[in-house]
């Protein structure tokens, strides 16, 4: 069991940010302080079996799960346009 206690919300967005291909694991530790086998464990808890296998066969060895796999210069976890601020006068 973790020794590391997240509220539901903070539960919701390390999902997230797991589930999205591009945010290293290193990433939802540095924010979190969870490193990728509590991560792993969170995801099976939280995810259905089916679900859980399909996430785990898509980041296992993937690149941009891994800061120290990813090519020199690639600091970010996102696109810079991924996450626009919406305008307050729409």
Not at 25 to 39: N, T
Not at 68 to 80: A, I, Q
Request: net charge positive; glycine share 4%.
């Amino acid at each position: 069991m973790s020794t590391i206690m997240l509220d539901e919300e903070q539960q919701s967005r390390v999902i997230e940010m797991a589930w999205e291909d591009r945010t290293p694991f290193e990433a939802i530790e540095k924010l979190f302080g969870l490193p990728e086998k509590e991560v792993i464990k969170l995801m099976r808890k939280n995810l259905k079996h089916k679900t859980f296998k399909n996430w785990r066969a898509r980041v296992s060895g993937r690149k941009t799960k891994h800061a120290s796999l990813r090519p020199e210069g690639v600091d970010r976890g996102y696109c810079p346009s991924q996450y626009k601020v919406k305008s307050a006068n729409k």
